[in-house]
T-cell receptor, first 112, second 114 residues
């Protein structure tokens, strides 16, 4: 069964202090790895999809990378508005499979 | 606003009552998903529609849960004889065939069972 483990559970950073969030996964054949941002009381907001090891994607202060066993979400010079829970999800590569399996998320707090 | 919409946003009910939630996907998105999220956890997959056909159901979807998408547009999720363990955020997502598997989520319906 697919497994996704995110670490740390919570992270507090000073504004401008760069760091990385980790997503380790176990899946038999990866179709895609997804990063979402979720604000309290709201639905997840799509950030990135990664498909193969070595792939990288960037959006503003965020950069996502992928290896065969894990993904990192790097946040550079974060601002208070980057505070949110960041969710990682995997999709197995079986034909017709649409299910996303999520981790429990990393709750990121940026202190002004 | 052209995103996924869900109604109601909040629902409080007593144990044993039936509840129904509605999801309107992004226009022309033919694939629609339901997930459930409890506090401190990531969303868990419940079921998936392609157009009006329900193609996948999780073991989490007990006999008390039923989902429909009668005309391939909006979808409803009904929970019969609610239990306190059903309290959660119910999330709907949609995608088009051309969106490279990226599912776009709505704001969710928060269910509280007293």
């Amino acid at each position: 069964e697919d497994q996704v483990t995110q670490s740390p559970e919570a992270l507090r950073l000073q504004e401008g202090e760069s760091s990385s969030l980790n997503c380790s996964y176990t899946v038999s054949g990866l179709r895609g790895l997804f990063w979402y941002r979720q604000d309290p009381g709201k639905g997840p907001e799509f950030l990135f999809t990664l498909y193969s090891a070595g792939e990288e994607k960037e959006k503003e202060r965020l950069k996502a990378t992928l290896t065969k066993k894990e993904s990192f979400l790097h946040i550079t010079a974060p601002k208070p508005e980057d505070s949110a829970t960041y969710l990682c999800a995997v999709q197995e590569g079986n034909f017709g499979n649409e299910k996303l399996t999520f981790g429990t998320g990393t709750r990121l707090t940026i202190i002004p | 606003d052209t995103g996924v919409s869900q109604n109601p946003r909040h629902k409080i009910t007593k144990r044993g009552q039936n509840v129904t939630f509605r999801c309107d996907p992004i226009s022309e998105h033919n694939r629609l998903y339901w997930y459930r999220q409890t506090l401190g956890q990531g969303p868990e997959f419940l079921t998936y529609f392609q157009n009006e056909a329900q193609l996948e159901k999780s073991r989490l979807l007990s006999d008390r849960f039923s989902a429909e998408r009668p005309k391939g547009s909006f979808s409803t999720l009904e929970i019969q004889r609610t239990e306190q363990g059903d309290s959660a955020m119910y999330l709907c997502a949609s995608r088009s065939d051309s969106s490279y598997n990226e599912q776009f989520f709505g704001p969710g319906t928060r269910l509280t069972v007293l």
